[in-house]
């Protein structure tokens, strides 16, 4: 056993030795300045944050419009049929909602790329979801 944690040891020490090598000959060889490179990493974020954004707007209005068309399904709605709708219209309102603290949080420069994507894929599931029940009925 002990020999399996020093091979495991040894691998890890290994990775990390070869990563720092290769990090440095990548700062070494790179055809643009440090400066150029933090400009183009700045902008590459910034663009990702846009489209972030926009993913967000647009989930959100189509959210907002099949959360209206759900809720006016409901009405008509008796028993079970009633209760799964129910049921997905709250979870899409979450989901809903979830966007709007995140459109909020990304203007504010504190969202997160793991809770955009965590709300981009959660709002998506809610609106597929809610068409698919709507579709049925």
């Known amino acids: 056993m002990a020999k399996n944690n020093k091979l495991v040891k040894g691998f890890a020490l290994g990775a990390v030795l070869a990563a720092a090598a290769g990090y440095v000959a990548g700062i070494m060889t790179a055809p643009k300045s440090g400066k150029e490179t933090r400009a183009d990493i700045k902008r590459t974020a910034a663009q990702g944050k846009t489209e972030a954004e926009k993913q967000l707007k647009k989930l959100h209005t189509q959210l907002t419009e099949i959360l209206g068309d759900a809720k006016s399904q409901t009405e008509k709605l008796k028993g079970q049929a009633r ?17 709007r603290e995140l459109l909020s949080a990304l203007h504010e420069g504190d969202a997160d790329d793991l809770d955009l994507k965590k709300a981009i894929a959660e709002a998506q599931t809610a609106m597929n979801h809610l068409k698919a029940f709507l579709k049925k009925g």
Do not use: C
């Open 83 to 99: 209760k799964d709708l129910d049921s997905a219209v709250q979870k899409g309102s979450l989901a809903r909602e979830k966007t």
